[in-house]
Nanobody
Framework: VQLVESGGGLVQAGGSLRLSCKSS????????MAWFRQGSGKDREFVAA????????YYADSVKGRFTISRDNAKNTVYLQMNSLKPEDTDVYYC???????????????????WGQGTQVTVSS
């Protein structure tokens, strides 16, 4: 199983970015997916998660109302639409999947065993 993120970059405060994470090597539609972020010297932080069907989504309070997670099971891809970006959103963003089907955990990074390489998001003030 491989997860590959893309879409990061540099944006001004108030701007938008859309991250993508393409999965290969698994039955994508059977797995929940999530986005985390991590800054230098900080713990990896939960951002958003979505169930295998896309019917339910969960968000960290810090991004609720600004970020939207979605998925296209036909394309084996999960997205993170980030609007109204703030400088404090600057981090490396990772997509992640659990190693079991039809399971979603939002307790923390330990709930997810498969990780992408990360994509840098930088928001300038």
């Amino acid at each position: 199983v491989q997860l590959v993120e893309s879409g990061g970059g540099l944006v001004q405060a108030g701007g938008s970015l859309r991250l993508s994470c393409k999965s290969s090597g698994q039955t994508f539609s059977s797995y929940a997916m999530a986005w985390f972020r991590q800054g230098s010297g900080k713990d990896r932080e939960f951002v958003a998660a979505i169930t295998w069907s896309g019917g339910n989504a969960y968000y960290a309070d810090s991004v609720k109302g600004r970020f939207t997670i979605s998925r296209d099971n036909a394309k084996n891809t999960v997205y993170l639409q980030m609007n109204s970006l703030k400088p404090e959103d600057t981090d490396v963003y990772y997509c992640a999947a659990p190693d079991r089907t039809y399971y979603i955990g939002i307790g923390g990074p330990y709930e997810f065993q498969i990780w992408g390489q990360g994509t840098q998001v930088t928001v300038s003030s």
